[in-house]
Nanobody, 120 residues
Framework: QVQLVESGGGLVQPGGSLRVSCAAS????????MGWYRQAPGKERELVAH???????NYAESVKGRFTISRDNAKNTVYLQMNSLKPEDTAVYYC??????????????WGQGTQVTVSS
């Protein structure tokens, strides 16, 4: 079981940038695909981006070109760099550990989440 702790959320103005981080416990981090989800009030949780153990990435259409997911296996950490933020990006962002099967990411668990608010 991997434990996940997110950090780095906050308030940012539209057009601004923010990076959220996720520290994972355990020695099997490098064997897991990792993902970032978000959930806005009144909406379902959605997968924003994922990264495979080999570093291949995939993004939701709504964030493609603005968000970048990366991982540092030496630090057991996954990041989500968010640029050109929009008010509709406001949500609780959750880190996830999981696996990829036939190109689809499946979560095996989430962290507690970190709030990102985009507002002027």
């Amino acid at each position: 079981q991997v434990q996940l702790v997110e950090s780095g959320g906050g308030l940012v103005q539209p057009g601004g940038s923010l990076r959220v981080s996720c520290a994972a416990s355990g020695s099997i981090f490098s064997t897991r695909a990792m993902g970032w989800y978000r959930q806005a009030p009144g909406k379902e949780r959605e997968l924003v981006a994922h990264i495979t153990i080999h570093g291949y990435t995939n993004y939701a259409e709504s964030v493609k070109g603005r968000f970048t997911i990366s991982r540092d296996n030496a630090k057991n950490t996954v990041y989500l760099q968010m640029n050109s933020l929009k008010p509709e990006d406001t949500a609780v962002y959750y880190c996830s550990a999981g696996h990829v099967y036939s190109g689809t990411y499946y979560s095996n668990g989430w962290g507690q989440g970190t709030q990102v608010t985009v507002s002027s």
